[in-house]
């Protein structure tokens, strides 16, 4: 794992420096991860994408909402949950892998996060994700 802080210097509204520091890991991880990505130097596009995704799946994220979670656990099982479906249960269109020979009118495969990394051959449904047992570290 590795992380980077991107610090922004402005003057008034104009931009005027960006600093890199290494906030975990080697500089050597941070660059793996990054050619991973398909990005040159670190950026915050992937990790507001993220954010908006997550806001977007789980109204209690959002600043004003009338859904609202009072008590920390509440909102942690909250973004646990809305974290899972979107890497188990979610096809995501950029994931998905043109099939070898097509199948009737389907030319794709659609494809999880998790079936990304090879953590599982299937998507998940919501049933299927709940009743999974989760083991807390000791």
């Not at 269109?93 to 990304?116: C, V």
Request: net charge positive; hydrophobic share 40%.
């Amino acid at each position: 794992m590795a992380h980077v802080q991107v610090v922004k210097h402005r003057q008034g509204k104009k931009l005027v420096k960006v600093d890199l520091h290494k906030a975990h890991g080697s500089w050597r991880r941070i660059n793996e991860g990054l050619e991973a990505l398909g990005y040159n130097q670190p950026n915050t596009s992937a990790v507001e994408r993220f954010n908006a995704t997550a806001r977007r799946m789980n109204p209690h994220q959002v600043r004003r909402s009338l859904a609202f979670a009072h008590r920390p656990k509440t909102r942690e099982a909250l973004a646990w949950l809305s974290g899972c479906v979107y890497n188990w249960v979610r096809e995501h269109r950029s994931l998905r892998q043109r099939l070898d020979a097509p199948q009737g009118k389907r030319l794709y495969q659609p494809r999880t996060p998790a079936m990304a990394m090879n953590l599982t051959d299937k998507i998940w449904d919501v049933a299927e994700l709940l009743s999974c047992p989760v083991y807390l570290p000791a």
